[in-house]
DNA sequence: ATGACTTGGTGGACTAGACCACTTATAGAA
DNA sequence: TTCTATAAGTGGTCTAGTCCACCAAGTCAT
């Protein structure tokens, strides 16, 4: 285990610990059921306090990357099952993670009154307005899902003279406007294809679809985005790392 | 804010403070937007020290509960979607607390070699025998879900004579076999329903399925279920809240 | 050989501070 | 009146400890 921290940097020590780690999990050098360095040897290592090394453990334990028992010490958990953790990412980071191209066309980029339901998601009132995208998402550029976007004008002035179709809309978010996002709701449901959808995804009518309803909420508690994404279903599978009592 | 804390529990003290403003906001005691008081304050009202506090508002903050701005203080979320948090529970709890009566019909419950995959999932050898129970779940006695489980045999005997129509599966594995839950790993796919799942949902067939493929880790990372859920879709949405930097 | 006890290591919980970057309100200077 | 510096409060990070329950392995007496 080595690990070199960099104490001028403004990354706290911990994330830098957390990163590394979850680094050398990722990149298979450390194997499944390996051990982990113990929270007191790993503060040592680190030349940090416990609590601190702590915390960078404590976090890939949240995220399912290892597990801890009392008495014995900390050891990498295998996965199951497929799981490119979903987090709080964009489709063009997720596409990436998975190993695919992703690409966008644009169908519709356009300001409108925000329609009630939209608004109240959002947190805004019905006379003020909001950009309405619809894009095709495609990975290896074949069609994967149709999303239907809301986003509040008021934070994001001239947002639609950005370049969407090349640059991942989080990232223009966070770059141009200085919002990051933090945390979002969702809701995933299946349902079956009408015409106009299975004709833009490719795919034949009543063919099952899954939905991602998704609100998107910034550091300060904005919220940023509101989301329908139409998945084919027989290439997409949502996947998550549910954790109890994530402290 | 009132907070009473036992310090006689064996329930941690941070873990109490969560629960208790948890409560008041679930019941709307503490509404959106709310501050809620800040670390120091907490730590004050509550007569520990500040870290203890703050664990208790970052167990909040990453169930999205409330969300704190640097140089402002601390808030309660307000939540757009309908989100039930979709925590590591089973099914009795959620439908409870979706407000719905959970019932359940033994389809299938017998002892069987494992299957080649359900074996690799369970970390078990294939001529290890395992529990295969297939069960029709009901909310308020109307059909909503087809669950097809596996569990291993080795680590919970006599399972099969347990009440498992009216208790919860995982409190049974809590009280009588002492494995509580702690990590769980889900896929989540859309599909059409087939002849057989729709005859026992009471649906068409090719009406949309929600699948949702569980495997359930226990506290000292066994795999203590692997588990495949055919939901109706016009009955059930699953619903997520994912947060960035779960520290 | 077997069982009981000790020892050292582990994670879990908790304390009482520290410094920093940031925000807001306020008091004083222009 | 307007601007600016300051002070107080906030969350973010970090330290250097403490005590506890638990586990494994080795020791020692039976």
Redesign the interface.
């Known amino acids: 285990m080595n690990l070199t921290l960099d104490r001028i940097s403004s990354v706290p020590l ?2 830098q610990i ?1 990163g590394e780690i979850r680094r050398q999990i990722e990149a298979n050098q450390l194997r499944a059921g390996a051990a982990v360095p113990s929270e007191r040897e790993l503060a040592e290592i680190c030349k940090v306090s416990r ?1 601190t090394a702590r ?1 960078a453990l ?2 890939l334990k ?3 990357f290892v ?1 801890q ?1 009392r008495g014995i010490g900390t ?1 990498v ?7 490119h953790t ?3 990412i964009g489709f063009t980071e997720e596409m990436r993670g998975r190993g695919l191209t992703p690409s966008t066309k644009i169908l519709l980029a356009r300001r409108e009154k925000a329609a009630q339901e939209v608004a ?4 805004i009132e019905t006379e003020d307005e909001v950009f309405h995208f619809q894009r095709l998402r495609l990975a290896d550029d074949s069609p994967l899902a149709f999303e239907d976007a809301f986003l509040p004008v008021k934070h994001f002035p001239d947002l639609d003279t950005k370049n969407l179709e090349n640059e991942s809309l989080y990232k223009i978010l966070e770059t141009d406007y200085g919002v ?13 294809a009408s015409k106009e959808i299975a004709r833009a995804l490719a795919i034949k009518p ?5 939905i991602v ?1 998704r ?1 998107v ?1 910034s ?3 904005l ?1 940023v985005e ?1 989301v329908r994404t139409f ?1 084919r ?1 027989d290439r ?12």
């Open positions: 911990y994330a957390h609590m915390q404590n976090a949240n995220e399912g597990y028992e050891f958990a295998k996965r199951k099952l497929d799981v979903r987090n709080l109240q998601e959002l947190g990051a996002m933090r945390r979002a709701e969702e809701i995933l449901e299946a349902t079956c009543k063919s099952a679809l899954l309803h609100v909420f550091e300060s508690n919220a509101s998945y279903a997409y599978r949502a996947t998550f790392v549910l954790t109890k009592n994530a402290v």
